[in-house]
């Protein structure tokens, strides 16, 4: 899992889910009249706001959070996995409502007013509700809700192209060891000895860190339609070559390949 590519949304959805949990421990209803001392129930003294508010909206959550980190969202059902979880919450946001108008269920039912009214739990559970169900439904169609919720870690200065930085995974283009002198020359190398050095880019261009805000796929060089990887918020590439708007970029395991959608990175 990669915590790294929650979204600002997620966050919501988290938030949301821990005001849950909180009002679960708060009244469920109040009386018109009782002391402050009156022992009144929680939510969790209610069978059906228990199952279908309380447990429902955090199962909901987790499955809405869960599922975004997994490197591949399974389905459910013929859902995906996140689209589960949303609906989970919609119901718990569906089901506050209903508790909030009818808190009693059908104890108050007999047309007498007992002075009873929703509690400071019960309130609450429906705004956290509320909120998660909107987070969970809008996130993938809002932009701003889609940015990176923990920022990617600061890179080390960029290694000039060509170098091989320490501990770091290999770059393309590092420089090859130098034969001692009067040694024999390997195939293809010229007389002397001397490796060839890697073609340097152009001269207007540095090689920097970047990070993309959503997931995008990263296509291969030579023009292939089919993806060889996506880029994932929340992780630093390093972009080797610039191609009109599109960069040509490494990944960790060393694979190139051309991002086409530059738009929104981070450059580090």
Request: aromatic share 8%.
């Amino acid at each position: 899992m990669n915590i790294r590519s929650l979204t600002r949304g997620d966050g919501v959805v988290i938030g949301a889910a821990v005001l849950l949990l909180i009002a679960s421990f708060l009244d469920l209803y109040s009386i018109d009249g009782a002391s402050d001392s009156a022992d009144l129930p929680n939510l969790w003294g209610s069978g059906p706001v228990l199952l279908s508010v309380v447990l429902a909206g955090i199962i909901g959550a987790a499955i809405v959070v869960v599922s975004r980190a997994l490197p591949q969202v399974p389905k459910v059902a013929g859902l995906d996995l996140g689209q589960f979880g949303a609906a989970f919450t919609v119901f718990a946001a569906w089901s506050s409502l209903g508790n909030i108008f009818d808190v009693m269920g059908g104890a108050d039912n007999g047309g007498t007013d007992i002075g009873v009214s929703p509690g400071v739990g019960m309130i609450l559970a429906l705004i956290a509700t509320l909120l998660m169900a909107a987070a969970a439904i809008a996130t993938p169609l809002v932009p701003a809700l889609q940015a990176s919720l923990l920022p990617a870690p600061r890179p080390a200065a960029p290694q000039p192209y060509g170098a091989q930085p320490p501990g770091g995974y290999g770059y393309p283009g590092a420089q090859q060891p130098q034969q001692p002198y009067g040694g024999q020359p390997q195939a293809g190398q010229p007389f002397g000895g001397q490796p060839q050095q890697p073609q340097a880019p152009a001269a207007d261009f540095s090689p920097f860190w970047f990070a993309v805000p959503v997931p995008r796929p990263l296509f291969a060089e030579d023009g292939s339609p089919t993806p060889i990887a996506e880029l994932a918020p929340g992780t630093w590439y390093l972009a080797v070559e610039q191609r009109g708007p599109a960069l040509v970029a490494q990944t960790q395991d060393g694979r190139r390949g051309v991002l086409q959608d530059t738009s929104g990175i981070q450059r580090g």
